[in-house]
T-cell receptor
Framework: NAGVTQTPKFQVLKTGQSMTLQCAQD?????MYWYRQDPGMGLRLIYY???????DKGEVPNGYNVSRLNKREFSLRLESAAPSQTSVYFC???????????FGQGTRLTVV | AQSVTQLGSHVSVSEGALVLLRCNYS??????LFWYVQYPNQGLQLLLK??????LVKGINGFEAEFKKSETSFHLTKPSAHMSDAAEYFC???????????FGIGTKLQVIP
């Protein structure tokens, strides 16, 4: 049972480059999330998807786009990476409202 | 809008001492509340959750938390700290509905031998 799988685990980008972070869950969850974690700031929500076909902005959506490709997959795209996007990114998924969210192992992204 | 406040970004306790990590929430509807733990360079692991059943919730590794509606609090406690408890702890709230999950800024727990 893989749970939530994120790829890649590490990435270094140059300023202005683009990339897509991939996320897949095998728990048949409706809700999926992308967070970024920065020291002293906790996890901040970038985008979330309450169900297949819907996406909504979180606290810090600027500079990012998302795609809920199907129920299993939720990708995060950086169109033109900036040093301020250096962070650890976590993908999560969640089932019914009285259950917890599950998270991937994170992607450590450095933009130089 | 839902929010979480964690008081104390760093907490130090001696091995064997009581651990108390504070969390206060704001929610317009009855909330679901969670505590997660993160060990260095790892993902988030659920410690415990409150989902409107018992107000005193027991979790893994000897941790527990009490939901107090009147104080809008969900503090995490453990009677006796162990070295292996050193980690970062996050409180989170979900209001159901849109299923958005909001985290606090985290509390780093240091355990001193």
């Amino acid at each position: 049972n893989a749970g939530v799988t994120q790829t890649p685990k590490f990435q270094v980008l140059k300023t202005g480059q683009s990339m897509t972070l991939q996320c897949a869950q095998d728990m048949n969850h409706n809700s999926m999330y992308w967070y970024r974690q920065d020291p002293g700031m906790g996890l901040r929500l970038i985008y979330y998807s309450a169900s297949e076909g819907t996406t909504d902005k979180g606290e810090v959506p600027n500079g990012y786009n998302v795609s809920r490709l199907n129920k299993r997959e939720f990708s995060l795209r950086l169109e033109s990476a900036a040093p301020s996007q250096t962070s650890v990114y976590f993908c999560g998924s969640k089932g019914p409202e009285n259950t917890e969210a599950f998270f991937g192992q994170g992607t450590r992204l450095t933009v130089v | 809008a839902q929010s979480v406040t964690q008081l104390g970004s760093h907490v130090s306790v001696s091995e064997g001492a009581l651990v108390l990590l504070r969390c206060n929430y704001s929610s317009s509807v009855p909330p679901y509340l969670f505590w997660y733990v993160q060990y260095p360079n790892q993902g988030l692991q659920l410690l415990l959750k409150y989902t409107s059943a018992a107000t005193l919730v027991k979790g893994i590794n000897g941790f527990e938390a009490e939901f107090k509606k009147s104080e809008t609090s969900f503090h995490l406690t453990k009677p006796s700290a162990h070295m292996s408890d050193a980690a970062e702890y996050f409180c989170a709230v979900s209001e159901g509905g849109y299923q958005k999950v909001t985290f606090g800024i985290g509390t780093k727990l240091q355990v001193i031998p």
